[in-house]
């Protein structure tokens, strides 16, 4: 076992150097300059030099990568041109409100997802199986933004039961960070006002995170629910006169999850990488919308820092699954 | 950003539908007694500092917590005093001495003293960034004199005519906060990019760039306020909201009392809400379609007197519903020294075909590549538009949106510019001078000089006008540049689109100046009624 998460962990690190390499070419490709943009619209030449140098962006490719690395390994993410502030610091102060944002949106997704999905298959084909395909299908299909506005169109305007965007109003000063998740901050002061209020920002935004992972957890889960439902283990079960439920719950779900898993940890990271969009629709200040302020300002080093935290995202919720997999599947501990 | 089409579509949809509702109502939030201000754009704070980055939202906020020596006020604007009650220039056009008021405290009680004023143009020419190109040519550092406590002499190395056209935007930062944050030899950079050191109406009480920035006004602010004591305002937020469709919703729902970055079509549909009125301006805020003067067919000058003269310029008041202006010279109407240049072209088919076949390409039969910024819908349908005015010529126009760095990289070399972008382009001071330079050599390859406009005398003339101390002589020269512009067709002279808020009916005090950027608003005369 230990073996094995080494080689993974291993094998994590390899990728995380692959994703840098790609990121840093990307970044470098873009035919912008990002001394300009350092030095403002107006700026003559010698003020884009000046900013050039200061960035060292006046260095050849290679040793600018060297160097970038070299950070990166001292948990350095480098410098953004456009506030000169550290790429590190900037992350350090929206990832917690993503992080919230995913949290919520996940247990959303699973919380809904899986219930739904042993619902589907139980009622395999009857009304409430078509009910949830076509809610499924269209949870996959809606584009988020577009979502995310008519949902701040029926329940901000028209109802004017939840706020339309942002993360708490804007005169409520946010408490000193304790996680940085303000739900869970509001709740270790016992300031249930503030969680009151944390929440309602928080709903429209973690609801049209969680549709397309509520979708697929699912459908997946409908399916792997369909099948366990036909072994023989649980023919055998009822025969032995095991509660529906038990057989249910215990017996099929407990294999039906695997897949199901596989899937939360995809999800995970595709969570990660969707608050781009859901964060600018709602201007949730978290990594996505600080990597879309930067992307639209030319800004790269704040992009390929969000890349790299949601690649890493991806890479641990997947080492987590793999992980879980060997206790919910004991073939797999002795292989 | 592909999706763009149908998100537009649709947030102009729901805010039709919206425009329907009846209005949700909250009451303005307070502060104790006092009421607070949300105003809302699309656009970050990165960075506070002022001696390093401006743009419409930060020079927003750096205006309300700084002061100048001298402010740009209303319509047409004017230079007013500020911390300085007065100045001279010398006869010579060399020496520039101010005199300061003397009763201006920085927040922390501080006195703004000639020595503030000193550091502060020596640290901005010293950190050569954001506003130091307006005078690093022409100022020494070392030629900042402090004379006594009420006296600065800033002594030019030649004369610069536009000078006291830029000194509102050299905000004076308080030196001894700023050392006392210094770290290196960074002059306080890294420390004021977050932080305030200033004397203005406003005190920063929270600053986090990409969401919001809150000022409290200062009670004892030593210019006084304009509006009645009990009206002053306790703060005035500014909230960044991206997408335009909850930007609005926001407007109609109070919970923002102004906002801006709208357009044409949103104007229409918030004119038509109760309770909120409509702010629609003529700034100095030009649209042009620069052509690359240097290489490919519109280096060729007749063609490019073709397409001006074929370009429907009523589709450009269309496009914005009518809040716009056409250019009738290169510089904005709100410029001194700005001529109506006669003869500068407007739709004329036979002209249009006359200048195309004295060009190289006589029966047209090219394709031309128009690029604009991704995302943004005038400008696409512009483009749209001069597609259409060009066919009549035999000209196919191939439209290309890009995101602005890639449009400005692309832009700063000859061989790598479009036939043709187009661009907005806000002056930065109301002298001529800050647009004719657009069109000198030392321009080249900057955003509004992506034409790579070449003619040695007109660029000569520019050189000279801005060493020019008499003032007739001076506005003279100009009109000849502007003629001469004109004459060489560098680019499709376009609009003035107006600058558009919406604000609800009971924020009073809004006073604008073409000289702001689009969006920016002096928050300092605001105040809300009832």
Request: one cysteine or more; a neutral charge.
């Amino acid at each position: 076992m230990a073996g094995y998460l080494l080689r993974r962990i291993l094998l994590a690190g390899l990728m995380l150097f692959g994703l840098v390499c790609l990121t840093f070419v990307i970044a470098n490709v873009a035919p912008s300059d990002p001394a300009a943009l350092a030095a403002g619209p107006d700026a003559g030449r010698s003020q884009i030099e000046q900013a050039r140098r200061d960035y060292g962006l006046d260095k050849p490719l290679p040793e600018q990568f060297l160097r970038y690395v070299t950070d990166l390994l001292h948990g350095n993410f480098g410098r953004s041109v456009a506030t000169g502030r550290s790429v590190g610091t900037d992350l350090a102060r929206y990832f917690p409100a993503t992080l919230e944002l995913v949290i919520v949106a996940m247990t959303l997704g699973v919380l809904l997802g899986v219930p739904l999905g042993v619902l589907s298959a139980l009622r395999k084909d009857g009304p409430i199986d078509h009910a949830t395909r076509i809610f499924a299908v269209s949870g996959i299909a809606l584009p988020p933004f577009w979502f995310g506005l008519l949902l701040q169109l029926g329940f901000a305007t028209w109802l004017g039961l939840l706020p339309t965007s942002g993360r708490l109003s804007v005169f409520t000063e946010p408490p000193d960070p304790i996680t940085g998740l303000l739900l869970v901050d509001s709740a270790l002061r016992g300031n249930w006002a503030l969680l009151g209020e944390a929440a309602s920002y928080i709903v429209l935004p973690a609801i049209v995170l969680s549709l397309p992972c509520l979708a697929s957890i699912l459908r997946v889960n409908r399916a792997e629910m369909v099948e366990a439902l036909r072994m023989d283990y649980v023919v055998a079960a009822r025969a032995h006169g095991v509660t529906p439920w038990r057989i249910v719950m215990v017996h099929a779900l407990k294999n039906a999850m695997l897949p199901t898993l596989a899937i939360i940890g995809l999800r995970w990271g595709w969570m990660m990488s969707s608050t781009v969009l859901v964060e600018t629709v709602f201007d949730w200040p978290g990594i996505g919308l600080y990597a879309v302020s930067s992307a639209i300002a030319g800004d790269f080093k704040p992009v390929m820092g969000v890349t790299l935290i949601v690649g890493l995202n991806f890479m641990i919720a997947n080492l987590i699954v793999d992980l879980l997999y060997g206790v919910l599947d004991p073939r797999l501990r002795r292989a | 950003m592909t999706n763009d089409v149908s998100r537009r579509g649709l947030m102009a949809g729901a805010a039709l539908l919206t425009a329907g509702m009846p209005g949700i109502s909250w009451a303005f939030e307070r502060d104790g007694n006092r009421k607070v201000l949300v105003f809302s754009g699309n656009q970050a704070v990165p960075v506070l500092d002022p001696h390093v980055r401006y743009d419409w939202s930060t020079r927003m906020i750096q205006q309300s917590v700084y002061d100048a020596l001298l402010k740009y006020d209303g319509d047409p604007p004017r230079i007013i005093p500020w911390l300085a009650e007065r100045y001279e220039v010398s006869p010579d056009g060399l020496t520039y001495t101010f005199h300061l008021v003397g009763n201006a405290k920085f927040h922390n009680g501080d006195p703004v003293d000639a020595e503030a004023v000193r550091f502060s143009f020596d640290r901005g020419l010293k950190l050569n960034a954001g506003i130091a190109w307006m005078f690093r040519d022409f100022l020494k550092p070392e030629n900042i004199v402090a004379v006594d406590a009420r006296t600065v002499r800033f002594t030019l190395d030649r004369p610069f005519a536009p000078f006291i056209s830029y000194v509102p935007w050299w905000y004076v930062v308080n030196p001894k906060q700023v050392m006392a944050n210094q770290e290196g030899s960074d002059l306080g950079r890294k420390w004021l990019t977050e932080n305030v050191a200033g004397s203005g109406p406003f005190k920063l009480r929270r600053f986090d760039g990409n969401a919001l920035v809150h000022l409290d006004a200062a009670a004892d602010y030593w210019k006084g306020w304009p509006m009645a004591d009990g009206e002053r305002l306790s703060g005035v937020i500014y909230r960044i909201i991206r997408e335009a469709a909850p930007r609005k919703a926001a407007l109609q729902r109070r919970e923002a009392d102004m906002i801006t970055n709208l357009t044409p079509d949103d104007l229409e549909q918030l004119a038509r809400v109760p309770g909120v009125a409509v702010e629609s301006h003529a700034g100095s805020n030009t649209f042009g379609i620069k052509f690359n003067c240097q290489q490919g067919p519109t280096a060729d000058v007749n063609l490019r007197k073709a397409i001006a003269y074929a370009f429907d310029y009523d589709a450009l008041l269309t496009i914005h519903n009518g809040q716009a202006k056409l250019q009738t010279s290169p510089f904005p109407q709100s410029m001194a020294g700005h001529i109506d240049v006669p003869g500068i072209p407007r739709k004329d088919l036979d002209k249009a075909r006359d200048y195309l076949k004295r060009s190289q390409y006589p029966n047209g039969g090219i394709e031309l590549e128009y690029v604009h910024v991704q995302g943004l819908e005038s400008p696409r349908r512009i483009g749209l538009a001069l597609l259409d005015s060009l066919r009549a010529l035999d000209i196919k126009v191939n439209i290309v949106g890009q995101p602005w760095t890639t449009m400005v990289a692309r832009g700063s070399k000859p061989e790598t510019c479009p036939n043709m972008i187009s661009v907005y382009v806000t002056p930065v001071g109301t002298d001529p001078d800050t647009v004719a330079y657009q069109y000198h050599r030392a321009s080249w390859g900057l955003y509004y000089g992506m034409s790579h406009y070449e003619n040695p005398e007109v660029w000569r003339m520019i050189d000279e006008a801005r060493g020019e101390t008499d003032n007739a002589k001076r506005m003279a020269m100009y009109a000849e540049i502007q003629r001469r512009i004109v004459d060489d067709q560098p680019e499709v002279f376009g609009m003035i689109a107006n600058g558009l808020w919406g604000r609800r009916d009971y924020v009073r005090g809004f006073v604008f100046s073409p000289v702001r950027f689009t969006g920016e608003v002096d928050p300092y005369p605001l105040w809300i009624a009832g």
